[in-house]
């Protein structure tokens, strides 16, 4: 990237705008239908769209049943084109329209692909639905009949022709898409599912979809399936008023999907003209390809089954110049924005955790867990899940052995966070003063401290976490317990916790996959249900509101932590969603900042309304740049030997493990300078 208004530029950053439109229309006057067609194509092309997408049949209309044979509608349909390809000689934009061709006198339902005033190819539909309301077979003929695979028309030679055509935008990454027509979807096996495997990552559907009751939700599961099964993107436009009622009613749909997800859609039963615009994530379908083995066997298998395609090459040019990103980009990528999503998501992670610490103790046969609990964030979280467990299982939960451990840096806010939450909870619970054993080791390694010299070095630091954990794990040989993990995915990732003998190590860790933002809506979620009742509920609320630290070194002053984690390795919410990207879908750093800059800066203040105040923060891109920076390294460089040797713990996400078991495996002494030299395509000024 040579600068800033590159770096701003969606185009740059593996994402392209479609657009899906529904314009106004007669039926049989195809003049009118090019003209009104002309006025959404320019309205896409000024929102910076490279590809626009237009119903089924739209040039003559699709309700035009046995005038499809008169010569005056199909010369008319012909000179309305002529029209349109002058009209967009200057537009550096792929156009689908659909239209009714002769070719050899057969009539055949197309979609046809433009671009600067030249027709790139034809597409054909393959179904021809001729059952209820639909008689289409009567005029038109399946693509399977074509007799040619080439066309002159229009002044263009050799035109491409057929159902095997897939359109590849040479200029702009992983771009290229594929054509299929209406009830091609609702084939068992759509066309677009043999053209994914066969390369293409944009699925258009020109559709002529009359409506139903309900049958809006069909359209939504073919469309989400389809994208999902495929990895791809579908672009789904359907006819709207203006159509024939004479006995079906239009509801003018237009639904735009990415991978299952449902990314825009139009107005159902408008009167007006619609574009609908969506930035699609080109990088993410190329990364999910690049990483699901299934889809490559799947099209390995079907080799000698599969339709053989043609690729077009499609001479577009991505804009140029600052082209700000139009899609939300979440700032929790773990944590779902909406509530009631949100409270599902807690519920699944929190029980898959219970569920997991379950199974091992039902498959051990031990009915005791030990753990250590600090009054912060993940050792509260893991309590919770340990009291869960034992309530599921009909234990008690004094078979629960917590034990507070204070060292020379524990705030009374955070003991006694700790000590009330025990006993909330009806644990057996238990102190350890860790100084004396810390002091005896630090005079036995001859460190300073245990002269009375006030050094806080990482060995000062290490000794009481590994202090903890080696306490805990005697306790557990005497109780006949597993000593439970309390350790989150955020610490893993960015290498913040102690190798071995520390809070790294366990016999088993419920938060292992876990992020430290998803973990702090977990608890709010507990406390918010009053799960435990609403002392417990009380406690949660308080740790919550407490200001992360290790506490290891003594505060300076009061009961204040001299130590803020985030001080040290970055804001949480910034890492976490680094993490993410960086570990879900592979991408280059300088696209996590640009991510992160679109949901961080200013321009989406009030996007989250059922986000705490607390969260509703910015951050300026020279940040997102330094805390990035600091993950990169941390992440690639120093961390990696410690999660190839983490305990078991259950994933409880898609993006969300770092075990070399269960999701990511990497070598413990990699370089990170790949990384490091992609951060000098992110400017230091917005």
């Not at 779902?336 to 699944?348: H, T």
């Not at 869960?388 to 009374?412: H, V, W």
């Amino acid at each position: 990237m040579e600068n800033s208004s590159t770096f701003f530029n969606l185009y740059c950053h593996g994402f392209i705008r479609v657009a899906a439109c529904i314009p106004e229309l007669k039926v049989s006057d195809p003049a009118f239908n090019a003209q009104k067609t002309l006025e959404l194509v320019n309205r896409a092309y000024e929102n910076n769209a490279v590809l626009a997408v237009f119903p089924e049949l739209g040039i003559s209309g699709y309700s035009n049943e046995d005038l499809f044979f008169q010569d005056a509608l199909l010369l008319g349909v012909h000179d309305a084109l002529s029209g349109f390809m002058k009209a967009t000689a200057d537009m550096d934009m792929a156009v689908v329209v659909g239209a009714p061709l002769v070719v050899m006198n057969a009539l055949f339902n197309c979609g046809i692909v433009l671009h600067a005033g030249k027709i790139a190819g034809i597409a054909l539909k393959s179904y021809l639905p001729n059952y209820r309301e639909f008689y289409e077979a009567r005029q038109f003929r399946p693509a399977h009949e074509i007799p040619v695979s080439t066309l002159d028309i229009l002044g263009c030679k050799d035109v491409p022709i057929g159902p095997d055509l897939i359109f590849d935008i040479h200029k702009i990454p992983n771009f290229r898409f594929f054509v299929e027509i209406c009830e091609d979807l609702w084939s068992p096996i759509p066309p677009s599912s043999f053209a994914s495997l066969a390369g293409a990552t944009i699925v258009v559907n020109l559709s002529a979809s009359n409506i139903t009751v309900g049958k809006d939700e069909y359209r939504h599961d073919l469309a989400s399936n389809q994208s999902a099964r495929c990895l791809g993107s579908y672009i789904y436009t359907a006819a709207g008023f203006g159509e024939s009622s004479t006995d079906l009613a239009w509801d003018g749909h237009a639904i735009i999907y990415e991978n299952g997800t449902l990314i825009s859609e139009s107005r159902r039963f408008s009167f007006d003209p619609q574009v609908i615009c969506a930035d699609i994530d080109i990088d993410r379908l190329s990364q999910d390809r690049l990483r699901q083995t299934s889809f490559h066997s799947t099209r390995s298998l079907n080799r000698g089954n599969a339709p053989i395609f043609r690729r077009i090459g499609v001479d577009l040019e991505p804009p140029a110049g600052e082209i700000p990103l139009d899609r939300e980009i979440s700032r929790f990528p773990y944590v779902p924005a909406q509530a009631a999503l949100r409270d599902k998501r807690c519920y699944e992670v929190y029980n898959i955790q219970v569920q997991g610490l379950v199974k091992r103790m039902k498959s051990t046969g031990m009915e005791n867990l030990v753990i250590g609990v600090s009054g912060g964030l993940d050792s509260t979280h893991a309590l919770i899940v340990c009291a869960r467990a034992m309530d599921a299982l009909g234990l008690p939960r004094t078979n629960i052995k917590a034990y507070t451990m204070p060292g020379f840096a524990t705030s009374e806010k955070t003991y006694m966070h700790a000590v009330e939450l025990m006993k909330a909870l009806g644990t057996e619970s238990g102190e350890i003063d860790i100084k004396p054993g810390c002091i005896q080791m630090m005079e036995d390694i001859s460190h300073p401290y245990a002269s009375g010299r006030e050094l806080y070095d990482v060995t000062f630091e290490n000794v009481q976490a590994g202090q903890r954990t080696s306490v805990l794990f005697r306790i557990a040989n005497q109780r006949h317990a597993m000593v439970v993990g309390t350790g989150d995915l955020s610490e893993l990732a960015l290498g913040w916790c102690t190798y071995g003998v520390g809070d790294h190590m366990s016999h088993y860790n419920v938060n292992a996959s876990v992020p430290k933002t998803l973990i702090q809506y977990i608890i709010r979620w507990v406390a918010a249900k009053d799960l435990f009742g609403v002392d417990v509920s009380a406690c949660l609320n308080g740790i919550l509101k407490t200001e992360i630290s290790p506490e290891l070194i003594p505060g300076m002053a009061g009961d204040q932590p001299a130590q803020s984690t985030q001080a040290v390795i970055g804001p949480y919410e910034l890492q976490d969603f680094n993490t993410f990207y960086t570990t879900r879908y592979g991408y280059r750093p300088s696209k996590i900042a640009y991510l992160s800059w679109n949901a961080w800066h200013d321009r989406n203040k009030g996007v989250w309304p059922d986000v705490p105040e607390d969260a509703r923060h910015e951050y300026p891109l020279n940040e997102i740049k330094h805390w990035l920076e600091v993950f990169l390294h941390r992440f690639f460089r120093i961390s990696q030997y410690k999660r190839s040797c983490i305990p078991n713990s259950p994933k409880v996400g898609s993006g969300g493990s770092l075990s070399p078991r269960g999701d990511y495996r990497a070598p413990s002494d990699s370089e990170d300078a790949p990384w490091i030299e992609d951060l000098k395509n992110i400017p230091d000024e917005e």
